[in-house]
Every structure is written in structure tokens, then in C-alpha cells.
């Protein structure tokens, strides 16, 4: 059981750390955290889903919680359940893009807000380690089924606005996927790849941030007329797309196209992790919204979303995040308003990109590093002439370009991002920052 509480939710490798014995410890610990009444859970298709919410779902009702089943559904379906039906709690079982002998929980509270290892995850695994439940009530829970899939269907729909017929291929990497391009049936042409549940994932690794996982898609998407081709990650809360080209779409100029599209029906506060592009910022500015950076991760994008009402938020990693998906992921409603844009426009999506490629980014690179924090500290000793954000790491930004550092939550490891105005100039920056780094 060591080791699997994490940052921003619980995972392991089934059978060994994670067992249904596990998953009834984390029910019943769940249920005392939270105090829940009702818990609103979905599971991905992994051949062990089943069986840890049977033992998950014991122990939520052995502590009087009632359980909302839904069975097969991807993450962000869970979101809206459990904010659409009035959950005290969720819980999404998924080891989103790991391999097929990982598994695990995503947590939340009413209306879908997140519970981080700051805010909760760390009180269950003491619970479950000193077995600290709350006595149980002389009621139980009970369990009952609800399928989401068609109001979900419904509300992501809403979003759309076309203006000519949008033909798509959706790699949908034998996950969760399959059921979250169910939304889109009929509202648009898609030709899938792997839509067949596995969780074995016979294919490839559901993680479109990886190029190689892609190459089918683009294979696809070059051999027929499509407007674009989108890959889904193994719960389906992130989204990868390629152009009509085939070309991989960096993840910071989808956020630019959303924001675009949002920004057009109404103004407001749009979110943008601190690792994109300068043009993010500069295109939601000239489309009449609101930028404002934001730090990496789930649970911090979200809350700051809910304090500002963002419209809608965007991540490096391909997560996207809409207000009216109760400030959570959806990769449908991505999905959708990129086709908007798509069918509007004249141009296909290769030259829609261009105005937004300004600049020139190094791409996320890690280093393996004895001591992360000295590290960090070095790099802010060394430009100190820059201007200095501490929102997330460190980042240093000059008139014509910026980095930014992190640590990683689970290893000795950091995170560099860097971006110049000349491909010239980021190599040498990157190059540069690069050997202070590995001193």
C-alpha cells in the first residue's frame, strides 16, 4: 500500500500495492473524509475497474454512504455526474494513461472539486493506516445505477456551431475514449481507430503527450480527406490533435483556437498553464478576453478558475477545462470547438495555426538532479536580472525570451520550458540553461 497516495490521486499496480482490500480501506476512509451521503463512481475499462468498485463500493456503504454507479464511463463523464446529480463526493477509478497493470482512484467533492494530496489525500491514507473510520451507522448505503451518457451527450452538444459538415479520426487507444466520442455521434463524421475497450492496451500507450503514440493517427488522417484527427489518453480527460496534415498541433495553440472560439460568444477570464507560449496570452488578449497564467496541475487550475469564473482553461499536458463542465475536463467539448473554428473558417487547420506559432519553444525536457531545490536556486542566483515569477517553480522572463524550472512531485527530477522570438536565440538560451543545470 506504500507509495500509493500521490500528489493528485491514488495509484499502483494492481494485485501488489493496490488490492480490493485496498480499495474497501479507501471506500471506508473516503466516506469518514468526506462525510459523503451520496458518492457519484464511474471506472475505465481495465480488466481489475470492476472489482476494486465492488470492494470500493462496500466500503462506502458499510459507512452508510449510498453509491451511484455508472459504470463504464470516461473521467470527465464522472465530473459532470457528479455535479449534474448532486453527489456529496466522486470518485473516477482510472489509472488514466499508465499501462494496463496500473489502476487507481481520482477524488472529488460536490460539484466536482478536486481532492489533492493537500487537501484530503494525505488525511485518507492516514485513515486507512491507522484504521480510523468513523463508527459505522446501523444503516448502510445501498448501491444504484445511472447512465450519464445521454445528458452528458446533450450538454457537451450544446457547444457546437457549425457551419459546414467536419469529418474527423479519433484514435481512441482501446480506452475510454470509445465512450466519450459517443457524444459526438452524428454531429459529425469520425472514422475511429481502436475503439474496441481493452485495457490491456494491445495498440499503444493511451498518451498522446507522446509523439510515437500518435503515429496511426497521423497515418490516418494522411491517407483521407479529414478536417483534423484527434487522441484520446486513457480516461479521456486529455486530448491530442494533428492537422489535416497530419502534423502534430502543439497543445498551447489548441488552448489558442478554444479560446478563440469561447471568446467570440462571450468575454471573460481565460486560464493558461505558466509553460505555454507567450502567443497564448497575447491571442486570448487580442480576442477580447482575460488572460491570467496559472500553475501546473488539476486541482490548482481549477480552483483558480472557480475564484475568477473562468470561461475556460487550458494545460500543456492536453487537459482542457470548461466552466460549464463544472470547472473540469472535457475532450469532447475541446474536440467540438476546434471543429468550430475548423468549420467556420476557410483555411484548414495547418494554416489556422500559423499566426499562432510566434515563437519558439524548447519543449518540456527533464533532467535527472541530486538536489532540485539548489538547482532552482542557482538558476534564480544566476538571472537574477530577469523578471522573476515563483507562481510554480521558477520562471525568469526577459524582453525576448523565458524559462521556467520545476521540481517534480514524485522524483529527483526538473522540468524545463523555454521559449525565444528566434529559433537562433532558444537554442542557445536552452543550451545555456541547460549546462547550469547539469553543474
Known amino acids: 500500500?506504500?507509495?500509493?497516495?500521490?500528489?493528485?490521486?491514488?495509484?499502483?499496480?494492481?494485485?501488489?500495492?493496490?488490492?480490493?482490500?485496498?480499495?474497501?480501506?479507501?471506500?471506508r476512509a473516503f466516506a469518514t473524509f468526506t462525510k459523503c451521503r451520496k458518492a457519484v463512481v464511474g471506472r475505465d475499462m481495465r480488466p481489475h475497474s470492476k472489482p476494486l468498485f465492488d470492494a470500493l463500493a462496500r466500503g462506502l456503504t458499510r459507512q452508510g454512504s449510498d453509491v451511484i454507479d455508472l459504470g463504464l464511463c470516461s473521467t470527465p463523464m464522472s465530473y459532470y455526474a457528479n455535479g449534474l446529480l448532486g453527489g456529496d463526493a466522486?470518485?473516477?477509478?482510472?489509472?488514466?494513461?499508465?499501462?494496463?497493470?496500473?489502476?487507481?482512484?481520482?477524488?472529488?467533492?460536490?460539484q466536482a472539486i478536486p481532492i489533492s494530496g493537500d487537501t484530503g489525500i494525505k488525511d485518507i491514507e492516514?485513515?486507512?493506516?491507522?484504521?480510523?473510520?468513523?463508527?459505522?451507522?446501523?444503516?448502510?448505503?445501498?448501491?444504484?445505477?445511472?447512465?450519464?451518457?445521454?445528458?452528458?451527450?446533450?450538454h457537451v452538444r450544446r457547444l457546437a456551431d457549425f457551419q459546414r459538415p467536419v469529418r474527423i479520426a479519433a484514435d481512441l487507444a482501446n480506452a475510454m475514449g470509445a465512450v466519450e466520442i459517443k457524444t459526438l455521434?452524428?454531429?459529425?463524421?469520425?472514422?475511429?481507430?481502436?475503439?474496441?475497450?481493452?485495457?490491456?492496451?494491445p495498440n499503444h500507450e493511451?498518451?498522446?503527450?507522446?509523439?510515437?503514440?500518435?503515429a496511426?493517427?497521423?497515418?490516418?488522417?494522411?491517407?483521407?480527406?479529414?478536417?483534423?484527427?484527434?487522441?484520446?489518453?486513457?480516461?479521456?480527460?486529455?486530448?491530442?490533435?494533428?492537422d489535416e496534415k497530419g502534423q502534430i498541433v502543439p497543445m498551447d495553440v489548441i488552448t489558442c483556437l478554444i479560446a478563440q472560439d469561447l471568446l467570440a460568444k462571450e468575454k471573460g477570464v481565460i486560464f493558461y498553464d505558466l509553460r505555454s507560449s507567450w502567443a497564448v496570452k497575447e491571442i486570448i488578449a487580442e480576442s477580447g478576453g482575460t488572460p491570467m497564467m496559472s500553475r501546473v496541475g488539476h486541482a490548482f487550475i481549477?480552483?483558480?478558475?472557480?475564484?475568477?469564473?473562468?470561461?475556460?482553461?487550458?494545460?500543456?499536458?492536453?487537459?482542457?477545462?470548461?466552466?460549464?463542465?463544472?470547472?473540469?475536463?472535457?475532450?469532447?467539448?475541446?474536440?467540438?470547438?476546434?471543429?468550430?473554428?475548423?468549420?467556420?473558417?476557410?483555411?484548414?487547420?495547418?494554416?489556422?495555426?500559423?499566426?499562432?506559432?510566434?515563437?519558439?519553444?524548447?519543449?518540456?525536457?527533464?533532467?535527472?538532479?541530486?538536489?532540485?531545490?539548489?538547482?532552482?536556486?542557482?538558476?534564480?542566483?544566476?538571472?537574477g536580472d530577469g523578471k522573476l515569477i515563483t507562481l510554480d517553480g521558477v520562471?525568469?522572463?526577459?524582453?525576448?525570451?523565458?524559462?521556467?524550472?520545476?521540481?517534480?512531485?514524485?522524483?529527483?527530477?526538473?522540468?524545463?520550458?523555454?521559449?525565444?522570438k528566434s529559433r537562433k536565440q532558444m537554442e542557445q538560451k536552452r543550451d545555456e540553461v541547460l549546462a547550469e543545470i547539469k553543474e
Not at 185 to 201: N, Q, V
Not at 405 to 419: A, D, K
Open 90 to 110: 466522486g470518485l473516477m477509478i482510472t489509472a488514466s494513461h499508465n499501462t494496463g497493470e496500473w489502476n487507481g482512484f481520482k477524488l472529488s467533492r460536490k
Open 1 to 27: 500500500m506504500a507509495g500509493i497516495f500521490k500528489a493528485y490521486d491514488i495509484r499502483g499496480i494492481y494485485g501488489e500495492a493496490l488490492t480490493e482490500d485496498v480499495a474497501f480501506k479507501i471506500g
Open 302 to 383: 481549477k480552483q483558480q478558475m472557480r475564484e475568477n469564473n473562468a470561461i475556460f482553461a487550458g494545460e500543456l499536458s492536453g487537459h482542457y477545462y470548461f466552466r460549464d463542465n463544472f470547472f473540469t475536463e472535457s475532450s469532447s467539448m475541446a474536440t467540438i470547438c476546434v471543429a468550430n473554428i475548423v468549420s467556420k473558417a476557410r483555411k484548414p487547420l495547418s494554416e489556422l495555426m500559423k499566426p499562432m506559432r510566434r515563437y519558439f519553444a524548447s519543449g518540456e525536457i527533464n533532467l535527472h538532479v541530486a538536489e532540485p531545490p539548489a538547482v532552482l536556486q542557482r538558476l534564480r542566483k544566476k538571472y
Open 206 to 214: 493511451a498518451n498522446p503527450l507522446k509523439a510515437e503514440t500518435l
Open 395 to 420: 520562471s525568469i522572463e526577459y524582453p525576448d525570451w523565458w524559462f521556467n524550472i520545476r521540481s517534480s512531485n514524485t522524483e529527483p527530477l526538473v522540468r524545463l520550458n523555454l521559449e525565444a
Open 185 to 201: 455521434d452524428g454531429l459529425m463524421a469520425i472514422d475511429p481507430l481502436f475503439e474496441t475497450l481493452d485495457g490491456t492496451f
Open 126 to 154: 492516514r485513515i486507512v493506516e491507522e484504521e480510523s473510520y468513523d463508527s459505522e451507522p446501523r444503516k448502510r448505503g445501498k448501491v444504484s445505477r445511472y447512465d450519464i451518457l445521454p445528458e452528458y451527450t446533450a
Open 216 to 242: 496511426k493517427l497521423q497515418e490516418k488522417v494522411r491517407s483521407g480527406a479529414y478536417d483534423f484527427g484527434v487522441a484520446f489518453d486513457g480516461d479521456a480527460d486529455r486530448a491530442g490533435f494533428v
